[in-house]
């Protein structure tokens, strides 16, 4: 289905409660990532961005919180980024989008907390995934050395490790957050990391 496409995403949620016979969990993750400057982009590529990174938390949120309602409440996930907090060069639709997304978030969080639905976003760094396809090699190795302190790649597991947790009734106190899980990279105040030992 096409997250973007409104009438879609309220089928989906009719078709899953006359399947399973309730809603407990909801995912938003799609998203694309170009790059562009407020210039550079044009207005019709923006709404693309904004459309399928933004509105879609918008829509999800919107069809499925009444599901939830009916039976008891439910956890609602946002793949965001951290992007989404604060953006990077040349991407200034995706960040806008992300930042929107994030705020939704809160928003749906505190809306309904006392329907007993919990709402979060995940802020991935850089994950090895599809999207980052293109990006291979020493380039991709030069820009985790420059930007990430933790010496390995993030891989979708480590994304679906927090989402599973976030579900769970362990983390029933946690809602309206930004879960960063990025290898550190957004605790660093500069973006040029250096290693402690590179440094000596
Ligand atoms: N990979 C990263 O480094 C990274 C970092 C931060 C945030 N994110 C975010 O994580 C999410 C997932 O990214 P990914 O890395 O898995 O990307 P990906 O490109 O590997 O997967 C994106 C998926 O979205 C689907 N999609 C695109 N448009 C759609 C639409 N209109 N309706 C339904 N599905 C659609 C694509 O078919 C694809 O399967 C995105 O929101 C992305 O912005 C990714």
């Known amino acids: ?24 969990v909801y995912f938003t993750i799609a998203g694309i990532s170009p790059v562009g400057t407020a210039v550079t ?11 399928l990174d933004m509105d879609s938390v918008f829509l999800g ?9 009916k039976t008891g409440g439910g956890v609602i996930l946002n793949l965001v980024g951290t992007y989404g907090i ?8 995706y960040s806008a989008a992300k930042a929107g997304a994030l705020s939704i978030t809160r928003s749906v969080a505190i809306d309904f ?9 995940i802020c991935p760094g850089f994950v090895n995934t599809p999207l980052n396809n293109g990006f291979e090699g020493e380039a991709r190795q030069r820009f985790l050395n420059t930007y990430q302190p ?7 597991k480590d994304i679906a ?13 946690i809602t309206g957050q930004a879960i960063v899980v990025d290898g550190g990279t957004e605790a660093s105040l500069y973006l040029n990391y250096k290693r402690p030992s590179a440094d000596k």
């Open 1 to 24: 289905m096409d997250i973007t496409n409104e009438a879609a995403v309220e089928a989906l949620f009719d078709d899953a409660v006359a399947t399973f016979g309730r809603l407990d």
């Open 41 to 51: 982009t044009s207005y019709e590529d923006y709404k693309k961005v904004v459309a």
């Open 86 to 93: 604060r953006p990077t060069p040349n991407k200034l639709s």
């Open 161 to 173: 490790e927090t989402a599973l947790f976030l579900a769970s009734d362990e983390a029933r106190a």
């Open 113 to 121: 907390a006392r329907d007993n639905i919990r709402c979060n976003a």
């Open 150 to 156: 933790a010496p390995f790649e993030i891989q979708a």
């Open 61 to 69: 949120s919107k069809y499925c919180i009444p599901h939830m309602i």
